[in-house]
Structures are given as C-alpha cells and as structure tokens.
C-alpha cells in the first residue's frame, strides 16, 4: 500500500510554546489513521499544521510529504488543490445560507478550475446523506448538530479530497449520532477516501481506524495497529475505560 500523507518530524508552535512536537506519522493509501489523546494533547494543531492553517502562519516546522512531495510550504488552498481536505472541530459552516449553497461552495475550486461534472458529486453527497437532501433549502444555522456534521463532511467531499482529515467529528452529537457518524467513515473509506481522524472517543475511533497514534503532550506515545491499541492495557486504561 502505497502512503499517501507523511509528517517527519513535525512541529509546531504558537508563540513559545511548543503545541506538538516531532510527530512522525503515515496515512496509507485507503486507510483510516486516528490520532487519540486527551483534551488539549494536540490533535487539532496537528491537523491545522498539516493543512497549513495554524493561526500563524510558519509557526510549523519539519516535514508534510503528500504523494512524495514536500508540501510544506505551501499555502492551504494549493494543499487543498492536491487532495487534501480538513473539516474542522467547528465545522465553519455558513449557517445564513442553505444547504445546498454550503455544499456547492465546496466545490467551487472544481468549478473555477473549469472541471467537467464537478456539480455530479451533489448527487453522491446527497446518496450518502439522504437528510441534507431533504434540508437542502434549510438555512445551515437551522440544522441539528448531527446534520451540521453531515454538511461539513459533505461539503469537504465536495471538493473530491484524496485525504480527509476530521477534527473531532462526534464531539457533541448523541450516541445514536455518533454510530451514524462513524458508520459514514467506514462508507467513505470503502468509497477510496483515505482518512485522518482525531478523536476523542478512542473506542470508537480505534474500532473503525486500521492504525493508530496515541499523543500526549504534543508528542506520540505509542503507536500500532488499531486492533493491537484497543487492546494494549495502557490504552485501555487511560482512553478506554472499562466500558
Ligand atoms: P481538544 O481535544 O481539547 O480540542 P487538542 O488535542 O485538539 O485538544 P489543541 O487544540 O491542539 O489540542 O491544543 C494543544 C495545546 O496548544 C493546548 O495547550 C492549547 O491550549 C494550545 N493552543 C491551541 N490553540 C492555541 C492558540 N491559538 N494560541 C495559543 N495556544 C493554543
């Protein structure tokens, strides 16, 4: 399996303090990768640097290598223009505007570069999340927290990402919801979207993830296969619980 997304020795920083520091990690070609670790280890730093959208920029060092190339001078919108996709923790979606509109900005890169059937992918996004369909005409804000997750996923996917990283995308959402949730990473994955997913919810995470990394304090401390984290006793008692 060939990788696709690779950080070597990557860093970053907001002013002196160091946030993370020397992650190395890989995301294989058709693989879900999740990064797990408590409240503030991290996670979303890790994901801002390898998009490139940290709040200053060149506030991150080492390497991101996507498809073999160095990547890591360039802006967001080049990264996104290759492949690679974040939804955000906050999912940033434009709530006076319906749906519909939110989706189709997601595919305005498509359309500017002149694209032919970029406008298909609606269809696609509308058979996974038949809800949106329905709420095309809604107003973003008027969504549920779990329909605000189908939107931001859905507006990412309609930028055809190779790689989609999520930021945290069952924080808040009921536990039925999150079943959703997790059930549409597997549907994606299936669909050949490789994923990088931060999570707190470590079990479920590492239920759908074919590997794993375990950061805390901005460093990873362990790494492996999914199936091997969610039984390593380490794991189990400090991210999985009894439960
Ligand atoms: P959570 O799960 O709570 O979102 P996280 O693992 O995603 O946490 P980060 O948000 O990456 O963690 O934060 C890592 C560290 O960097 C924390 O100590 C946080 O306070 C700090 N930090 C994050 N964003 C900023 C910022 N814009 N300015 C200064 N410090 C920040």
Same mark, same amino acid.
């Given at each position: 399996?060939?990788?696709?997304?690779?950080?070597?020795?990557?860093?970053?920083?907001?002013?002196?303090?160091?946030?993370?520091?020397?992650?190395?990690?890989?995301?294989?070609?058709?693989?879900?990768?999740?990064?797990?670790?408590?409240?503030?280890?991290?996670?979303?730093?890790? $994901?801002?640097?390898?998009?490139?959208?940290?709040?200053?920029?060149?506030?991150?060092?080492?390497?991101?290598?996507?498809?073999?190339?160095?990547?890591?001078?360039?802006?967001?919108?080049?990264?996104?223009?290759?492949?690679?996709?974040?939804?955000?923790?906050?999912?940033?979606?434009?709530?006076?505007?319906?749906?519909?509109?939110?989706?189709? $900005?997601?595919?305005?890169?498509?359309?500017?570069?002149?694209?032919?059937?970029?406008?298909?992918?609606?269809?696609?996004?509308?058979?996974?999340?038949?809800?949106?369909?329905?709420?095309?005409?809604?107003?973003?804000?008027?969504?549920?927290?779990?329909?605000?997750?189908?939107?931001?996923?859905?507006?990412?996917?309609?930028?055809?990402?190779?790689?989609?990283?999520?930021?945290?995308?069952?924080?808040?959402?009921?536990? $039925?919801?999150?079943?959703?949730?997790?059930?549409?990473?597997?549907?994606?994955?299936?669909?050949?979207?490789?994923?990088?997913?931060?999570?707190? %919810?470590?079990?479920?995470?590492?239920?759908?993830?074919?590997?794993?990394?375990?950061?805390?304090?901005?460093?990873?401390?362990?790494?492996? %296969?999914?199936?091997?984290? $969610?039984?390593?006793?380490?794991?189990?008692?400090?991210?999985?619980?009894?439960?």
């Amino acid at each position: 399996m060939s990788i696709l997304l690779e950080t070597k020795n990557l860093c970053a920083q907001y002013g002196k303090v160091l946030a993370v520091q020397n992650i190395n990690l890989k995301v294989k070609s058709g693989q879900v990768v999740t990064v797990i670790g408590a409240n503030g280890a991290g996670k979303s730093t890790l $994901l801002n640097a390898i998009m490139g959208s940290l709040p200053v920029p060149g506030s991150a060092n080492g390497e991101v290598v996507y498809q073999e190339h160095d990547i890591s001078r360039l802006i967001v919108e080049d990264r996104v223009a290759n492949g690679l996709c974040l939804v955000p923790e906050k999912r940033e979606l434009f709530s006076s505007m319906p749906v519909e509109d939110n989706l189709l $900005l997601g595919g305005f890169r498509r359309y500017r570069a002149r694209e032919k059937n970029w406008r298909d992918t609606l269809d696609e996004v509308y058979e996974l999340f038949p809800r949106l369909k329905e709420r095309r005409m809604q107003n973003a804000g008027t969504l549920s927290g779990g329909e605000r997750q189908m939107l931001a996923v859905g507006r990412a996917l309609m930028g055809k990402p190779k790689v989609l990283m999520l930021d945290e995308p069952s924080l808040g959402l009921a536990p $039925l919801v999150v079943r959703e949730v997790f059930h549409t990473i597997m549907r994606l994955r299936e669909n050949g979207v490789s994923i990088l997913l931060v999570e707190q %919810n470590a079990r479920a995470a590492l239920q759908v993830a074919d590997y794993g990394y375990v950061l805390e304090m901005g460093e990873v401390r362990l790494e492996g %296969n999914a199936s091997e984290l $969610l039984h390593d006793p380490r794991v189990i008692e400090s991210y999985l619980g009894f439960g």
